[in-house]
């Protein structure tokens, strides 16, 4: 499980910086330009991440947890409370 979560949660982060440090077309001394990765729909990025903030929320919550070493167990039991009793009198 903390492979799959890592692994999800590197892959998310790479696709969104990627884009970013990739270089942006350059205009060479012919008028020619280069290319280079396409544009990334920032917009729709965020919207995406607003709509699923808790889930994302969540999964940094559990990762965290698991990295930290927390297990997921209940809690211990209370004990049962005492019967009562009435006095005559």
Do not use: C, Y
Not at 11 to 37: D, F, K
Not at 55 to 79: H, K
Request: hydrophobic share 50%; proline share 12%.
């Amino acid at each position: 499980m903390r492979a799959l979560t890592l692994s999800l949660l590197f892959a998310l982060s790479v696709s969104l910086v990627a884009p970013a440090l990739t270089p942006a077309p350059a205009a060479a001394a012919t008028g020619t330009t280069t290319e280079g990765l396409p544009s990334v729909p920032w917009q729709r990025i965020g919207q995406w991440v607003l709509k699923n903030a808790l889930t994302l929320l969540m999964l940094a919550e559990e990762i965290w947890r698991d990295l930290q070493g927390g297990q997921d167990e209940a809690p211990p039991a209370s004990p049962p409370p005492a019967p009562l009793t009435v006095e005559a009198g």
